[in-house]
């Protein structure tokens, strides 16, 4: 086999190469409910290159023992995290994006591609309700779209050079915000934390407080972050009362919507993420339900200008963009990054409005459903209006709860369950995430009674 497919020739080879790996990914499909969600071994092949390159046969080889120790999410079992199985053309997606092997640092390096990722965020932004301007940019992940939003929020502020700058956010935001304030050269201390009340909301009345005090010690702050899905119980923030209080205080609003986000693409269920549109910048994650390939996720902002300000500083050995908008390198922190809009769209494609609304509408009910199933006499509950539950026995100690989750967690996997076990309040909890297409009633009906007689 050729090293590089033909560029002048159809390569036999090649083809054979793509389909008895396809063969292969298709077979370990058909064989998730076997294993569990997590393998049974975990051998590495050899990890550095021979003098000789490998055969083709070789290759295949090792991506075998590569797969069969991978996490399996197409298991219905697979419930503990935001981890959904992977779309058919999302993963076809996927791999015409690597075979193309486009650049969306610039619009010479990607010219379709780069149109396509200006008018898909645009969509998804007025989709949600975001007005004429809005639009968005790709990222490889939540974190690095949080982080973007902040160093935007600052930018647009006027507090870049500020050391003292801060912001405010709710006690139970995503780790991913500290670790900007932190990547930002900003001290820990600039995180004013707002509580939230006892469904995982923060609360006005405390951010009026926190709002107060920074005045009283003058310090300024740049941004307000909310959240639409907490990572444990799924809470949404009220959004549109912190978009009030941000009008009148002057602030940045960005809603880290990586969890919810997604359900304002249904008319059915966007009515659980209230006044998401009303945010100065969204991070969205398709990649947590709807079945995209890992990355993808979207930074969305009101005014697409303020993107192109804040991050453009020119590219003198890059050609101008061809239209009216910027380089893709100019609208981000990445310079070099795959057209990962590519598989986001193609499995929005297939899915089509009524498939997307499904998958939405699933989740909940499913949750539901597993919920109503739990014991509440011996568990407190805690959930959101998303797809996320976590419990714990509401009778014993924390110390007590501890084991419960570790043991509990291990007798689950057992019986090829896969739950998390995350600290909330110095508590530990078992969550389920109800994503999973593949995960039936009969599945929850299973599920339930190993953690009702868990006790």
Not at 158 to 163: A, F, H, I, Y
Not at 394 to 400: H, R, V
Not at 411 to 422: I, T
Request: proline share 5%.
């Amino acid at each position: 086999m050729e090293l590089f497919p033909s560029p002048d020739q159809f390569d036999d080879n090649f083809q054979a190469f793509l389909e008895e790996a396809c063969l292969k990914l298709c077979d370990w499909f058909s064989k998730a409910e076997e294993t569990g969600p997590l393998p049974s071994i975990n051998d590495l092949p050899e990890v550095g290159p021979k003098f000789a390159g490998l055969s083709r046969k070789d290759l295949l080889k090792d991506l075998d023992l590569i797969m069969n120790g991978s996490f399996q999410p197409s298991h219905p079992g697979s419930l503990a995290h935001l981890d959904p199985p992977p779309l058919s053309a999302s993963i076809v997606g996927d791999l015409i994006c690597a075979g193309l092997n486009n650049n969306l640092l610039a619009e010479e390096l990607s010219p379709s591609l780069s149109r396509l990722e200006n008018n898909l965020c645009r969509w998804i932004a007025q989709k949600i309700g975001m007005k004429t301007g809005s639009g968005g940019v790709a990222a490889s992940g939540g974190s690095l779209s949080n982080l973007m939003a902040l160093v935007l929020a600052r930018h647009h502020s006027g507090l870049s050079t500020d050391p003292n700058a801060v912001i405010l956010v709710s006690e139970e935001a995503h780790v991913s915000i500290y670790r900007a304030i932190k990547i930002m050269g900003l001290p820990a201390e600039a995180i004013y934390k707002v509580s939230a009340d006892n469904s995982g909301r923060l609360s006005i009345n405390s951010l009026n407080e926190q709002i107060a005090k920074l005045k009283f010690l003058g310090h300024k702050c740049f941004c307000v972050v909310a959240t639409a899905g907490t990572t444990i119980r799924g809470a949404v923030d009220p959004i549109d009362d912190i978009s009030d209080f941000c009008f009148s205080e002057g602030l940045w609003l960005h809603v880290d919507a990586s969890i919810g986000g997604v359900f304002s693409l249904a008319e059915e269920t966007k009515s659980v993420v209230p006044g998401l549109s009303r945010a100065d910048s969204i991070t969205m994650n398709p990649q947590k339900l709807l079945g995209i390939t890992k990355t993808s996720s979207l930074l969305l902002v009101a005014n697409t200008n303020h993107l192109s300000s804040c991050f453009s500083i020119g590219f003198p050995y890059i050609e101008p963009s061809w239209g009216s908008t910027m380089n893709g390198g100019e609208m981000g922190m990445q310079g070099t990054r795959p057209a990962e809009i590519l598989k986001l769209w193609l499995g929005l494609r297939q899915l089509g409005h009524s498939g997307i609304q499904a998958l939405l509408v699933n989740s909940i009910e499913r949750k539901t459903y597993f919920k109503n199933r739990i014991n509440s006499d011996i568990f407190e509950i805690i959930t959101g209006p998303l797809h996320l539950i976590a419990l714990t026995p509401s009778a014993i100690t924390k110390e007590q709860a501890a084991e419960w989750a570790l043991s509990t967690r291990q007798l689950l996997m057992d019986n090829k369950f896969m739950l998390s076990r995350p600290l909330l309040n110095d508590r530990y909890y078992l969550k389920a995430v109800m994503g999973n297409p593949h995960t039936q009633n009969s599945h929850l009906d299973q599920l339930s009674n190993l953690l009702n007689q868990s006790i």
